[in-house]
C-alpha cells in the first residue's frame, strides 16, 4: 500500500497504510522524489543512492513498537500527526530529510 501525496488523501489512507503491515520488523515512512509516500522494511539497510533519491524519510519505527499494524491504524491521534507531518513537508520540505512526527 502507498499513498500518492499528489492524489487526494487524508487520515483514512494514513490509517490504511499503516495497516497494511505487521509489526514484526524495523519500518520506516519515506517519501519518493515523485510523491508516494510508503512504508520500507528495513531488515536491509538502503544504500546512499536509494535515500539521496528520497523526496524525505521518518525516523525508525523498530519492531514491536506499535507504531505500524492494526493497533497504530486505529490510533486516531498518531494518523493525524503523520497526516500533518506529510502535508507540512510535501511538496516543500519545511525541516531536514530525516523527520520525526512524534
Known sequence: MVIDLNS???KAEVSAL???VVDDRSWRLEVTGGGIAQLTDLTTVPDAAYEDALHCFFEVWE???DFVGPDAAS???LCGK???SLRE???VLKGARTLSAL
Do not use: F
Open 18 to 20: 499503516l495497516a497494511s
Open 82 to 84: 503523520l497526516e500533518r
Open 75 to 77: 490510533d486516531g491521534q
Open 89 to 91: 513537508n510535501y511538496p
Open 8 to 10: 487526494p488523501w487524508g
Open 63 to 65: 519492531c514491536g513498537t
